[in-house]
């Protein structure tokens, strides 16, 4: 039995949408280009309230390490898991 997506509002966390069972508009595309470019600066310009900040979480939790283990991605598996990046 699937259960029933919540609509997350006032959240800027990435983790929180995924781990909450929120819907989620997948931007995880925005990935490969970003890190493929030469550029040094990147510009996101978009409207109030369009995802700016969830984005850039979502960029913080992609490239987030742990420390005492540095080749453990189970945390970034969990998070991304069916989303366009894997």
């Known amino acids: 039995m699937k259960s029933t997506k919540q609509v997350c509002v006032g959240s800027e ?12 508009v997948d ?3 925005f990935l490969r280009p970003i890190f ?7 510009l996101f310009t978009r409207p109030r309230r369009f995802g700016k900040t ?3 979480n979502m960029f ?3 490239l987030n390490l742990d420390f005492k283990n ?3 991605t ?3 598996e969990r998070l991304f898991k069916g989303l366009d990046v894997m």
């Open 70 to 72: 540095p080749g453990d």
């Open 13 to 24: 966390s990435f983790s929180e949408f995924i781990d909450g069972n929120c819907y989620y």
């Open 27 to 29: 931007k995880t595309r």
């Open 74 to 76: 189970s945390r970034q």
């Open 54 to 56: 969830l984005t850039m």
């Open 60 to 62: 913080h939790e992609f």
């Open 36 to 42: 493929s470019t030469k550029d040094r600066v990147e």
